[in-house]
């Protein structure tokens, strides 16, 4: 029985150190193997692969794929005309040499990246600062260039790093949130006095339109009531002149119609009074007797 328990203890002690000498190290990834501390072997194909097990010997993983850096902060930078402008970018780079990251950088990607974000960073200070923003808007391919040179000159210099620098983009370059809002306000203001210079021009020609229609108008009134005027003093002459034919025929017949139309006129309601003489010459047509109407009758 102790036999058989001492058989499986070794096994599993066996099985133990089995599988604490072997590691699987992935296609995405960069096997890294230490001895006490010190780099013992950077496995680069994927696979199964054997060491001793700990504390002799440990295994690191570090990502090989194209990794990307965006800038994290919003810190203004100056121009040549010493307008702070808020510049917004992304990196893609790789490790390509694991040994000399790990010696010169760190030991996971973290540490590269925040190494690669204070050179980049720099970089790009350095070049605007040499640069105005017409320039910078102008001419973002060189400005890109300009800054990956730097960027490769820093990780390939004395202590290489270890890490290519594929591409450097810039996604956004605009003014501080002070002078956006700034130029955003005269930007409101210019639009605000365009829009009161087009209302007052466009109030000016209506004014214009008005007057000339009203004009127009009071030319048009009086002309019609020159017109009319004309008419009705054509048309009075005529009656006129018909009256006076009329009377010149029989002057007497005439006096009494006239008189009718008075007396019509004085009477047109009930409640009409009139106090007169009866004396007065209104009333003779009335005190004729029916002799100034007969005898105008029989003429007619």
Not at 237 to 246: G, N, S
């Amino acid at each position: 029985m102790n036999r058989v328990g001492f058989i499986a203890s070794s096994l599993l002690i066996l099985l133990a150190l089995l599988s604490s000498s072997l590691f699987v190290v992935d296609q995405r990834q960069f096997g890294v193997v230490f001895a006490l501390g010190q780099i013992k072997n950077v496995i680069t194909e994927p696979g199964l692969h054997v060491k001793l097990p700990p504390p002799f010997q440990n295994v690191s993983y570090i990502d090989k794929r194209l990794l990307v850096l965006e800038s994290v902060d919003a810190e203004p930078m100056l121009t040549a005309e010493k307008q702070r402008v808020v510049i917004d970018w992304y990196v893609r780079w790789r490790i390509t040499e694991p040994t000399e990251y790990i010696r010169n950088v760190g030991l996971d990607e973290k540490a590269g990246a925040n190494q690669l974000n204070r050179v980049i960073r720099n970089a790009f200070q350095e070049e605007i600062n040499k640069r105005t923003v017409k320039d910078l808007l102008a001419s973002r391919d060189s400005l890109v260039a300009d800054v990956k040179r730097e960027v490769l000159a820093a990780v390939r210099g004395a202590k290489p790093w270890g890490v290519d620098v594929v591409d450097v983009r810039i996604t956004r370059i605009d003014y501080v949130e002070a002078i956006t809002e700034s130029v955003f306000k005269r930007m409101v203001a210019e639009r605000q006095r365009v829009a009161n210079e087009l209302r007052s021009t466009g109030a000016a020609e209506g004014e214009k339109i008005r007057a000339d229609a009203d004009r127009q108008r009071e030319v048009t009134v009086a002309n019609a009531y020159r017109d009319a005027q004309k008419v009705k003093g054509e048309g009075d002459a005529e009656a006129a002149r018909t009256f006076a034919e009329a009377f010149g025929r029989d002057p007497q017949f005439a006096q009494f119609y006239r008189s009718l139309d008075a007396y019509k006129a004085s009477f047109n309601k009930k409640s009409d009074v009139m106090v007169l003489d009866p004396s007065s010459e209104f009333f003779k047509a009335m005190r004729g007797g029916g002799s100034a109407a007969p005898a105008a009758a029989a003429k007619k």
